[in-house]
C-alpha cells in the first residue's frame, strides 16, 4: 500500500504572486457582466445579462436587443458570462 502524500491528498500548490498593480490594470480594461432586470414590451419580467463597459451601454444593449423596456434594475454580476451560461 503506498503511502500518501500531501500533493495527493491536497493537489500541488501555485503560489505563483500576481503583482497588485497587474490585477488592477487588467480588470480596468477588461469587459464587466451587468445583469439587467427589466419588463418587456408585454409587461413580462425578465433578467438578461450583458458584458459592457458601463452600466449604460449595459442597459443600451437591453434595449437594443428587446425594443421598448422598462428598466427594474441593474447590477454587477459576481460571476462572468460564461460562467453563467455553464449554469444552465
Not at 7 to 32: E, M, P, W
Request: aromatic content about 12%; proline content about 0%.
Amino acid at each position: 500500500m503506498k503511502q500518501l502524500t500531501l500533493d495527493d491528498v491536497v493537489g500541488s500548490f501555485d503560489y505563483s504572486a500576481k503583482s497588485t498593480a497587474d490585477r488592477f490594470l487588467q480588470s480596468a480594461t477588461s469587459v464587466i457582466t451587468y445583469s439587467v432586470e427589466f419588463y418587456d414590451k408585454d409587461d413580462k419580467w425578465k433578467l438578461r445579462w450583458f458584458e459592457a463597459k458601463s452600466e449604460s451601454e449595459a442597459v443600451g444593449m437591453a434595449k437594443d436587443k428587446y425594443g421598448r423596456i422598462q428598466i427594474i434594475n441593474t447590477y454587477i454580476s459576481d460571476k462572468t458570462l460564461a460562467e453563467i451560461m455553464e449554469l444552465d
